[in-house]
């Protein structure tokens, strides 16, 4: 079987005091989450990696995601 589809990397800086909460809120339960997009698919997402948290009390942290062409 063959799909048609891409993979998205998304990387992202949450600043201020209440970024590691920011975060985890963010990404609790994104991996279940459902996406409404046309003609699409998320077949996989997910946090890449392990977040980094600054000095600065910023955290970065990076989204890998597959979407799929829904045919």
């Known amino acids: ?3 048609s589809g891409e993979r998205h ?3 992202l800086r949450i600043s201020g005091a209440d970024s590691r909460e920011v975060m985890r809120r ?8 459902e996406f409404s997009i046309p ?3 998320v077949a996989d997402i ?7 948290h600054s000095a600065d009390g910023s ?3 990076t989204i890998e ?3 799929i062409v829904d045919d």
């Open 1 to 3: 079987m063959t799909f």
């Open 9 to 11: 990397v998304i990387e």
């Open 26 to 33: 963010m990404c609790a339960d994104l991996a279940d989450a």
């Open 39 to 41: 003609g699409m698919i």
């Open 46 to 52: 997910d946090v890449a990696g392990t977040p980094v």
């Open 59 to 61: 955290t970065s942290l």
């Open 65 to 67: 995601a597959l979407t």
